[in-house]
């Protein structure tokens, strides 16, 4: 029902910056939360951060605060992951996912690899 398709992923050096786009199609939109999580194999899936489409809020992981940020373009239904100050350990495929961050998020987009090198 809801497809979720994310770009703007990509090589950078550390310290650099990258902006990851997440473009939503069916489905309510008002009706879901938007997330950001990233992986890499043999670790658990992490979440990076939220935003409420329809209340407006954000809410990041500890270790991306200051440094990244998620926005949202309601026209375009479109979330947005700016990420600054890159890290090596930040490498990682990077999944939106819509839902709800109490009951879960059962649409997910096939995801963006990230690649921070030195």
């Known amino acids: 029902q809801v497809q979720l398709v994310e770009s703007g992923g990509g090589s950078v050096q550390a310290g650099g910056s990258l902006r990851l786009s997440c473009v939503a199609s069916?489905?309510?939109?008002?009706?879901?939360?938007m997330g950001w999580f990233r992986q890499v194999l043999g670790k658990e899936r992490e979440f990076v951060g939220f935003i409420d489409w329809s209340g407006g809020t954000t809410r990041y992981a500890d270790f991306v605060k200051g440094r990244f940020t998620i926005s949202r373009d309601n026209a375009k239904n479109t979330v947005y992951l700016q990420m600054n100050s890159l890290k090596l350990e930040d490498t990682a495929v990077y999944h939106c996912a819509a839902g709800s961050e109490i009951t879960g998020f059962p649409y997910w987009g096939l995801g963006t690899q990230v690649t921070v090198s030195s």
């Open positions: 069916g489905g309510t939109f008002s009706s879901y939360a």
